[in-house]
């Protein structure tokens, strides 16, 4: 038997019944699909008269734009750089020195501070001691000296409250070499010592004035031992011989003796009186008064001399002990001396302690900026900080340049937190200067707002709504006032200017 015969016959598949309930719904989708397709063309479909209708601009309209209440400033608007003021490089004369010049203590760091009489460096064991000042230490002031940098040196200590004397003189005498002793004082060490040839010369003329004080003692007590007449008991003895040989000669006269024994008698008699006198009379004085006289020149000459030598023995100040900078106090920029080494060149730099704002100006800017003004600057984290024009100058333009001449710019930033200042500092900053503002808020119109009457009156087309019908415009005249960042200050007698009603500023 084969295969064929063998396997059973297959059952053939029943088709779907189509008709009734799943016929209708199967024919409502269709006409659904067809609907949103046809509608879906539709939209596509554009005829050639809308298309030209699309392509027509729309009817043009009026551009308004608000009445504001506002401030309206005129300001100039700069950059500027932030840093300390009057940075200078801080060199020591040293050339006075007898030693090398080894910086051996009081190095300060980079922020420090440097106060009026204060240390700056210490240099073979001394101070350096900054005082204010523009003209540089060129020399050690001593006694006797006079000259700009002594009347320089004595302002600087009054000051600091230590009295140098007359301060218009320009001589260094005693009270500005106390004075020095003070600001040594002071700053903690001990004033400059003189030389020793200077204290030597100084103990030789005390030791020779006193010798002459001694000399001229010894001559007056022999004036007055010479001046001085015999003892008492030498004028009484004189004065008894007086009254003997007298009364000899009377008795001689009465009795009638020989006149040449008479004679005898008034002689004693004179002889007597002559010595008499001579023991009650003062002493011839005359070598003794010469004696004096020598002495007293000479002790005029060593009390000179003692004079000269402790003038030279006072107080001085040693150029190399002493720099000068035009402000104080300053801040420490950057140290250069290192301890330990020969201090030689700048030692450091230094700037002012306040911060100091430089931007440059056009000339046209800078006609309307000047020193006083209020101002503010914006720092990059949009801080805002108030401020105050120092300064306008020329800028000296480059040989050769064809530029437009500009100006420098310097504003005092006042004193911020010491952290703030450090991060403001080497920082560029935004500077706006008000150079001209209302008195207040006023009534302002954008400048496009403006225009000018056949008068040459100014007008603002203001628009006027209607409750009925369409918005018109109407001209209106104004005042105009200050006109500054796009707006005009407007005043008008039409009560209808006011905050919030429109204007046109465009068509």
């Keep these: 038997m084969t295969s064929a015969e063998a396997a059973p016959p297959r059952p053939r598949r029943a088709r779907r019944d189509l008709r009734g309930p799943r016929l209708v719904l199967v024919l409502a989708a269709v006409a659904l699909l067809s609907l949103v397709a046809g509608v879906a063309v539709a939209r596509l ?7 030209a209708a699309r392509a027509v601009a729309p009817e043009a309209g009026p551009i308004l734009a608000p009445v504001e209440e506002r401030v309206i400033e005129n300001r100039v608007t700069a950059r500027a750089d932030v840093g300390f003021a009057d940075a200078v490089d801080v060199t020591i004369d040293t050339s006075g020195l007898s030693g090398p010049a080894v910086v051996t203590g ?3 760091e980079a922020g420090a501070e440097i106060a009026a009489g204060g240390v700056a460096l210490e240099v073979a064991g001394r101070p350096v001691l900054a005082l204010p000042g523009g003209l540089p230490a060129y020399r050690t002031l001593r006694a006797d000296l006079s000259g700009p940098d002594v009347l320089q040196l004595k302002a600087a200590l009054a000051g600091l409250g230590i009295d140098a004397g007359d301060t218009t003189s320009p001589g260094y005498d005693a009270s500005t070499a106390a004075a020095v002793d003070e600001l040594y004082r002071r700053a903690g060490y001990a004033p400059p010592p003189p030389s020793p040839e200077v204290e030597a010369t100084l103990r030789a003329a005390r030791a020779a004035e006193r010798a002459t004080e001694s000399a001229l003692g010894q001559a007056r007590a022999a004036v007055a031992r010479a001046a001085s007449p015999a003892p008492a008991a030498q004028q009484l003895e004189a004065e008894n011989a007086v009254r003997e040989a007298q009364r000899s ?4 006269v009465a009795s009638g003796e020989a006149p040449t024994a008479v004679d005898r008698l008034r002689d004693e008699l004179a002889l007597a009186v002559a010595r008499r006198d001579a023991a009650v009379a003062p002493g011839d004085t005359g070598a003794e008064s010469s004696a004096v006289d020598s002495a ?14 402790e003038t030279d023995a006072l107080t001085a100040l040693p150029a190399a002990e002493i720099v000068y900078l035009p402000t104080l106090p300053r801040r420490v920029d950057s140290v250069q001396a290192v301890r330990g080494e020969i201090a030689k060149g700048s030692t450091m730099s230094v700037s002012g302690a306040a911060l100091d704002l430089v931007g440059t100006l056009t000339e046209q800017d800078a006609a309307l900026v000047k020193p006083g003004m209020a101002a503010s600057y914006t720092a990059a984290d949009g801080t805002e900080r108030p401020a105050t024009v120092t300064s306008v100058t020329p800028k000296k333009p480059a040989e050769g340049s064809k530029t437009a001449k500009s100006y420098e710019l310097r504003l005092d930033p006042g004193t911020p937190d010491p952290d703030v200042a450090e991060r403001l500092r080497g920082s560029n900053v935004r500077v706006d200067v008000p150079v ?14 403006l225009s000018a009457g056949p008068g040459g009156e100014s007008r603002v087309e203001l628009a006027v709504e209607h409750p009925d019908a369409p918005p018109t415009t109407e001209l209106v005249t104004v005042t105009t006032g200050l006109a500054a960042g796009g707006y005009a200050e407007v005043r008008s007698d039409d009560a209808r200017l006011t905050v919030g009603a429109k204007v046109v500023v465009g068509r």
């Design 45 to 51: 479909v554009v005829s050639p008269a809308e298309l």
């Design 436 to 449: 001209e503002a209302t008195s207040g808020a006023v009534l302002a119109v954008p400048v496009a707002a």
């Design 249 to 252: 000669l009377d008795t001689a």
């Design 106 to 108: 009081h190095v300060p």
């Design 296 to 309: 007293l020149e000479q002790l005029a000459d060593a009390q000179r001399d003692r004079s000269e030598a």
